[in-house]
């Protein structure tokens, strides 16, 4: 999972134009570097022996599905996700988690998968990436704070991870959890006087998980995901304020009782359980009638939901937004 050296660095801003001519690159890109070396090292050689291999080898699952993109959502650039970070395990300084993530060692990654499961199990990325079809989902992301971005994921439906867990019936809630390594980690090292509580935790109702917006993701613009955004692999919720959208996600387990999740562990007058976008409930401290998108100077309404209302509106039906925050 290191990136080779011919993995496309993106120092600079990377337009939505330059990106779809260089779609159909990146994601051999994307394939060969979760392949076998054999197949990497055909792509470093030429990118026709890749497509032959493509055909016959497992993988073509690896292709990502391309997001038709039908509410024509204006993409924010790579270099703007990339480069505007909440990852706390680094630092709470958003400009600089881009610099200090090259800690994050992705390789050998495992997510334990217990709780309430017919059999717990791990299981790598690989594998995870060869059982599924990896799908592009151009989705908006706000962050609770009042910023927001559109972001071109790429990853695959968690309810499709659920079933091959096998949850038992008495499992109502999938929790979350970042992986602690605090060699990997600057802030975890810190101890007592870390920024928060370690590891950091998320967790959703089953029926929240099971919703078809859900996503594991493990890349974003066609190539893997950076350390920055949470690599190998990290949720997407996009109805949710971003601190849901848990990052570098080492531990799935099922359980009874609603989660403790990080953020409401640290204050839980501010944020809840729920953390669905809206702006007709405010933040204790401001308003969330608003947001500035990444790159844009004049702010936009933040919609309810953050605009997936038809998707996922019957989920809260019988209950008070102003109460469930
Ligand atoms: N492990 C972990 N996950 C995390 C966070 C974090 O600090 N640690 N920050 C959250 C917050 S507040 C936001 S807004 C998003 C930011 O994701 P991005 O950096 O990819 O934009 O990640 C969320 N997931
Ligand atoms: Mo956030």
């Given at each position: 999972?290191?990136?080779?050296?011919?993995?496309?660095?993106?120092?600079?801003?990377?337009?939505?134009?330059?990106?779809?001519?260089?779609?159909?690159?990146?994601?051999?890109?994307?394939?060969?570097?979760?392949?076998?070396?054999?197949?990497?090292?055909?792509?470093?050689?030429?990118?026709?022996?890749?497509?032959?291999?493509?055909?016959?080898?497992?993988?073509?699952?690896?292709?990502?599905?391309?997001?038709?993109?039908?509410?024509?959502?204006?993409?924010?650039?790579?270099?703007?996700?990339?480069?505007?970070?909440?990852?706390?395990?680094?630092?709470?300084?958003?400009?600089?988690?881009?610099?200090?993530?090259?800690?994050?060692?992705?390789?050998?990654?495992?997510?334990?998968i217990?709780g309430l499961v017919e059999?717990?199990?791990?299981?790598?990325?690989?594998?995870?990436?060869?059982?599924?079809?990896?799908?592009?989902?151009?989705?908006?992301?706000?962050?609770?704070?009042?910023?927001?971005?559109?972001?071109?994921?790429?990853?695959?439906?968690?309810?499709?991870l659920i079933k091959l867990a096998k949850p038992l019936s008495k499992a109502k809630y999938i929790?979350?959890?970042?992986?602690?390594?605090?060699?990997?980690?600057?802030?975890?090292?810190?101890?007592?006087?870390?920024?928060?509580?370690?590891?950091?935790?998320?967790?959703?109702?089953m029926?929240?998980a099971m919703?078809?917006?859900?996503?594991?993701?493990?890349?974003?613009?066609?190539?893997?995901?950076?350390?920055?955004?949470?690599?190998?692999?990290?949720?997407?919720?996009?109805?949710?304020?971003?601190?849901?959208?848990?990052?570098?996600?080492?531990?799935i387990s099922f359980v009874?009782?609603?989660?403790?999740?990080?953020?409401?562990?640290?204050?839980?007058?501010?944020?809840?359980?729920?953390?669905?976008?809206?702006?007709?409930?405010?933040?204790?401290?401001?308003?969330?009638?608003?947001?500035?998108?990444?790159?844009?100077?004049?702010?936009?309404?933040?919609?309810?939901?953050?605009?997936?209302?038809?998707?996922?509106?019957?989920?809260?039906?019988?209950?008070?937004?102003?109460?469930?925050?």
């Amino acid at each position: 999972m290191k990136k080779k050296s011919w993995h496309i660095s993106e120092n600079e801003v990377t337009p939505v134009n330059i990106f779809n001519k260089r779609r159909d690159f990146l994601k051999l890109g994307i394939a060969s570097v979760l392949t076998s070396s054999y197949i990497f090292e055909s792509f470093a050689q030429e990118t026709s022996k890749i497509q032959t291999s493509k055909v016959k080898g497992d993988i073509k699952k690896l292709l990502f599905k391309k997001d038709k993109n039908l509410k024509n959502l204006d993409l924010n650039t790579y270099k703007q996700i990339t480069s505007y970070n909440n990852f706390y395990e680094f630092t709470t300084n958003k400009e600089r988690v881009k610099k200090l993530s090259h800690t994050l060692n992705t390789n050998n990654w495992k997510i334990q998968i217990d709780g309430l499961v017919e059999k717990p199990f791990s299981i790598d990325i690989e594998s995870l990436i060869k059982k599924f079809t990896l799908e592009e989902r151009i989705y908006r992301f706000r962050c609770v704070e009042g910023w927001s971005m559109v972001v071109p994921w790429i990853g695959f439906s968690l309810s499709s991870l659920i079933k091959l867990a096998k949850p038992l019936s008495k499992a109502k809630y999938i929790r979350f959890e970042t992986k602690f390594d605090d060699e990997m980690f600057p802030d975890q090292a810190r101890g007592v006087f870390a920024t928060m509580d370690y590891p950091y935790v998320e967790a959703l109702r089953m029926d929240e998980a099971m919703n078809d917006l859900s996503i594991l993701a493990l890349g974003l613009y066609g190539s893997l995901m950076p350390n920055q955004n949470g690599a190998p692999i990290r949720l997407i919720v996009p109805w949710k304020y971003g601190f849901k959208s848990i990052k570098s996600i080492s531990k799935i387990s099922f359980v009874e009782k609603e989660p403790i999740n990080s953020w409401q562990k640290a204050n839980s007058k501010e944020y809840g359980f729920y953390a669905n976008v809206n702006p007709n409930v405010d933040h204790p401290r401001w308003s969330q009638k608003k947001e500035r998108v990444l790159g844009k100077f004049f702010k936009q309404k933040t919609q309810l939901f953050n605009s997936y209302e038809k998707e996922v509106a019957h989920l809260y039906k019988n209950m008070d937004l102003t109460k469930y925050i």
